[in-house]
């Protein structure tokens, strides 16, 4: 039973274009969600996090909106760059378990052709 | 990188044998977590300590799998009795609490672990 979805499992964009990687959640207890990028041979590196008490959080060229009733959030990269190329995690996870143990999806390879 | 550190990078073991996977977080975080990633699958929860403490090991087999993370030194992931299918890279991740609540989790570059 996953309980985090990224349903693409690949993606290829355009240098200077916009990416937008998505994901879905059914637990609708998580309250914190994040996105790492992965390299290969690499461990996850962190990128940006959102509260569930915010519908968007911006950094730079990478901006996530969540939509709580849809249980859907999304990570726009603009402008895309060829070093942006890398396998894309969404994850979240329950503050109120005291646990704080990540759920990761399955993960989105992103492409930036120059 | 001065952040989390995982050793040895690559770990190769005989059916039977024990594997230990070492992880020394971030300088500041007390908060260790560790995670199993198999091919073309996200990483998936094992462990998380606290110093000296198993906080949540919902993630852990029940059987030949042990985590600890001393007063002083390294956490260590400790596999018993490897089988094949233990074959993966194990993520460690460190993280400190603030008062805006639980900060993001940091990763190590992972232990690749195969069994022959």
């Known amino acids: 039973d996953q309980q985090v979805k990224q349903n693409s499992p690949s993606l290829s964009v355009q240098e200077g274009r916009i990416s937008i990687l998505n994901c879905d959640y059914t637990?609708?207890?998580?309250?914190?969600f994040l996105w790492y990028k992965k390299y290969p041979a690499e461990g996850p590196t962190f990128l940006i996090s959102i509260s569930s008490i915010k519908d968007k959080n911006e950094d730079g060229r990478f901006t996530v909106f969540l939509n709580k009733s849809a249980k859907h959030l999304s990570l726009h990269i603009v402008p895309s760059q060829p070093g942006d190329s890398a396998v894309y995690f969404c994850?979240?996870?329950?503050?109120?378990?005291?646990?704080?143990?990540?759920?990761f999806g399955k993960g989105t390879k992103l492409s930036v052709i120059p | 990188n001065a952040g989390v550190m995982q050793n040895p990078r690559h770990l190769v073991r005989r059916r039977g044998q024990e594997a230990r996977l070492r992880c020394s977080p971030m300088?500041?975080?007390?908060?260790v977590y560790w995670y199993r990633q198999l091919p073309e699958e996200g990483l998936k929860f094992m462990v998380y300590?606290?110093?000296?403490?198993?906080?949540?090991e919902s993630g852990m087999p029940k059987e030949r799998f042990s985590a600890e993370f001393p007063k002083e030194g390294p956490s260590i992931l400790r596999i018993q009795q490897v089988v094949r299918g233990d074959s993966a890279a194990y993520f460690c991740?460190?993280?400190?609490?603030?008062?805006?609540?639980?900060?993001?989790?940091?990763f190590g570059d992972g232990t690749r672990l195969s069994i022959l």
């Open positions: 300088k500041g975080h007390s908060h």
């Open positions: 994850a979240a996870l329950y503050s109120g378990a005291g646990s704080y143990q990540l759920t």
């Open positions: 637990n609708s207890m998580f309250d914190y």
């Open positions: 991740a460190s993280s400190s609490l603030g008062p805006g609540g639980p900060q993001p989790q940091h």
């Open positions: 300590l606290q110093k000296e403490n198993i906080i949540d």
